[in-house]
């Protein structure tokens, strides 16, 4: 992958209004009550009831489209964050890039991301670690005008307090690599990984649902093996997550699944939509 960086700067909101409330107190209301909303799951037979008597997890997966289509099934996911306000102290959080092509993984060189709810900082210390990791490196390019990371920091932001951020998108990249930056990362409980991905794109709403329902099952056996780009746009940092955790032993389960039918959409063309959470074995 070329590396390319730019000035350091902050990376400014791109999809504030289109994607989830432009207005700092419109934005903290609707991830407030996305988060107070999770239990009920409306419209969705495959729903899974909440943990909430779990310890915090070590790794999320959220999907990434507007909040009126998938902010429901993420809230299922950040609300078990609620233990570890004050313990989570930097999130790596990890997708797939939908605007600029390329192999590898890719930083950015920016200081800060920013929502209408702040500015969180990038932590560059961090992210010097990956350095050695092979097909690792820095595209400012990517960054730029990306919804799958910047969708995640709102709801980040309202269930912890101060942290900094581990922002990393995906090209194409096996599952191995993927695993390899990981570890690099992993460190103890005040690191949260997150991994941005919807499931499949424009199926029918029963088609949707078995496809998704596929994947759903290799995300609980750990295996990348088997999910591919069409199973979800964030595959190769799904991948990446579940040859990590196979490694480490985690535990992994599905705490929502649906798609656009089930919340603000047609049901002839739909996407889908699921949260699931990892948990150490020995926290």
Not at 48 to 71: C, E, F, N, Q
Not at 94 to 115: I, K, N
Not at 176 to 203: K, M
């Amino acid at each position: 992958m070329v590396e390319t960086r730019a000035r350091r700067a902050t990376r400014a909101a791109a999809v504030a209004g289109l994607f989830y409330p432009a207005d700092p107190i419109d934005l903290r209301a609707s991830v407030s009550e996305l988060l107070g909303g999770v239990s009920a799951a409306r419209g969705s037979a495959l729903s899974r009831p909440m943990l909430d008597d779990v310890p915090p997890p070590k790794a999320l997966i959220a999907p990434h489209a507007g909040y009126v289509y998938s902010g429901a099934v993420a809230a299922a996911a950040y609300r078990l964050l609620a233990k570890a306000r004050e313990k989570i102290s930097r999130v790596v959080l990890l997708g797939p890039s939908h605007r600029v092509a390329f192999t590898g993984m890719a930083a950015t060189s920016a200081d800060a991301y920013e929502t209408p709810l702040g500015v969180v900082p990038v932590d560059r210390q961090w992210l010097d670690r990956a350095r050695e990791i092979p097909q690792f490196g820095f595209l400012d390019e990517a960054h730029e005008g990306e919804h799958c990371l910047e969708t995640q920091l709102p709801f980040l932001q309202v269930v912890l307090q101060e942290f900094k951020l581990v922002p990393i998108l995906f090209g194409r990249v096996g599952a191995e690599p993927a695993a390899d930056l990981l570890e690099a990362l992993w460190d103890g409980p005040e690191t949260l990984i997150v991994v941005s991905s919807d499931l499949s794109h424009y199926l029918d709403y029963e088609a949707c649902r078995a496809l998704d329902e596929s994947t759903c099952a290799a995300i609980e056996r750990l295996d990348p093996a088997s999910l591919n780009p069409e199973q979800a746009c964030g595959a190769a940092p799904v991948n990446g997550l579940l040859a990590a955790a196979r490694r480490r032993g985690l535990q992994v389960r599905t705490l929502d699944l649906r798609n656009s039918g089930d919340t603000a959409g047609p049901r002839h063309r739909v996407v889908g939509y699921g949260a699931w959470a990892f948990w150490e074995q020995n926290r």
